[in-house]
C-alpha cells in the first residue's frame, strides 16, 4: 500500500502519548476496513490517510504549543519569597493584618 498519509510515509507523532493514540486508532481503521474481513481498500487507504492527517495536526499544535509557551511569571515567585522573609508585622509581610 502507498500513497499520501500511508506508514512509508510517516512513522507516526514522536511524542509516546499520541504515539500510542495514533496506533490505537489506526488499528480501529484497519479493523474496520480491512479487504480481508469485506472492507473496501478504498476506504482503508482513506481511513489511514485521514489518521495520518489528524495527529500530524496534532502533533504540529502540540510543537508550536511548546515553542510558543508563555514565559513563568518570575517576578511573582521573587516578590512572594522577599514578602516571607519580612519581619512579623511589617506592613507587605504575606500574613500582615491591621485590626
Same mark, same amino acid.
Given at each position: 500500500m502507498t500513497g499520501a498519509g500511508t506508514r512509508a510515509d *510517516? @512513522? =507516526? /507523532?514522536?511524542? /509516546?502519548?499520541l504515539r500510542d493514540r495514533w496506533r490505537r486508532d489506526r488499528r480501529a481503521v484497519v479493523r474496520r476496513h480491512h479487504p480481508d474481513l469485506g472492507g473496501d481498500p %478504498? %476506504?482503508?487507504? @482513506? =481511513? !489511514? +490517510?485521514?489518521? @495520518?492527517e489528524l495527529y500530524r495536526g496534532l502533533e504540529r499544535d502540540a510543537? *508550536?504549543?511548546? %515553542?510558543? +509557551?508563555? /514565559?513563568?511569571?518570575v517576578l511573582r515567585s521573587v516578590v512572594r519569597g522577599m514578602r516571607s522573609r !519580612? /519581619?512579623? =508585622?511589617w506592613p507587605g509581610r504575606r500574613r500582615y493584618f491591621d485590626l
Open positions: *510517516w @512513522d =507516526g /507523532p514522536a511524542s /509516546p502519548e %478504498a %476506504a482503508l487507504q @482513506d =481511513g !489511514l +490517510r485521514a489518521n @495520518d510543537a *508550536w504549543r511548546t %515553542a510558543h +509557551r508563555r /514565559p513563568r511569571p !519580612l /519581619p512579623h =508585622g
